[in-house]
């Protein structure tokens, strides 16, 4: 069984920074044998990959993230961190954590606004 429950959402003006983090209860696998990821659902959009974290701490971000967002992962807290910097409106969305991928485990989200 896996729950996921993301913080640190917010508003924040456009060039500032946030730090979403992910804490993960599971069972019966550790939590550094899942691929965490972090999607994001804008208003009227489909849900898309943000960045994913690989259990060998690999990453992978989306092309309109790449540069501006870090996905990190401490398997000692069973957390996964998605720190966004340079934000711009564009990535206003509910950002969700995702455990084993898009058939995996899902958290509720948490809603980030970048408004002036």
């Known amino acids: 069984q896996v729950q996921l429950a993301e913080s640190g959402g917010g508003l924040v003006q456009p060039g500032g920074s946030l730090r979403l983090s992910c804490v993960v209860s599971?069972?019966?696998?550790?939590?550094?044998?899942?691929?965490m990821g972090w999607y994001r659902q804008a208003p009227g959009k489909e849900r898309e990959l943000v960045a994913t974290?690989?259990?060998?701490?690999?990453?992978k971000y989306a092309d309109s993230t790449r540069g501006r967002f870090t996905i990190s992962r401490d398997n000692a807290k069973n957390t996964v961190y998605l720190q966004s910097d340079a934000l711009k409106p564009e990535d206003t969305a509910v950002y969700f954590c995702n455990a084993g991928g898009p058939n995996g485990q899902w958290g509720p989200g948490t809603q980030v606004t970048v408004s002036s």
């Open positions: 974290i690989y259990t060998s701490g690999s990453t």
């Open positions: 599971v069972s019966p696998l550790p939590f550094s044998r899942y691929t």
